[in-house]
């Protein structure tokens, strides 16, 4: 896709791919490399973790694990919140975005808080209300929640089942600015 395509068949791009039988959904875990353009922003999705499809550490220039099982796991012990930290700038070779397994406990209501970078999140199990700006939005698996650095946001999971999901933010940095509320533990 080019810089220049109009909204709309960056709009049909983008559907494409999150559908069920689209890129993102088909490879989650292994998030082969995608451009989503999409509010004039770009977001470069990390390489191939499942596949051993990684291009080569002298194709762009830059040291990065070429696979990774993650880097560290945050342990939110007020709230039993838990992130595996799967791309981040040790493993990347760069801090364009960063990448998460969120785990969010039965019964969870976070603060309204906001965020330094574009924060977004697919559903794995579960499900999510996620509250943008006060509109109130329930996620289920298979979709995505976008918050952008001007928003408020906060999250609800219901009280029979937890969730869990996989965070990007764009651009990276936000793990090392919540890292101060995590119990932090090395992924062995």
Known sequence: MQKNNTKKEKDVYIKQLISPKGLVHKYLLSFSLCVLYSMNITFVFAH???ENNAVSKSDAGIKYDAKSIGTEYLDNKKSDVIIKVLVEQSNLGSSELEIGEIFLPAGLNSAVHSHGAIEIFY???GQLEHIVN???HFLKPGMIGIVRP?????????NDEDCRALVIWAPGGEIDRIKKNYNIRPIN
Do not use: R
Not at 150 to 158: A, F, G, I, L, Y
């Open 123 to 125: 559903i794995l199990s």
């Open 150 to 158: 001007e928003d408020t946001v906060s999250h609800k999971v219901p």
């Open 48 to 50: 191939d973790v499942l």
């Open 134 to 136: 006060g509109n109130s």
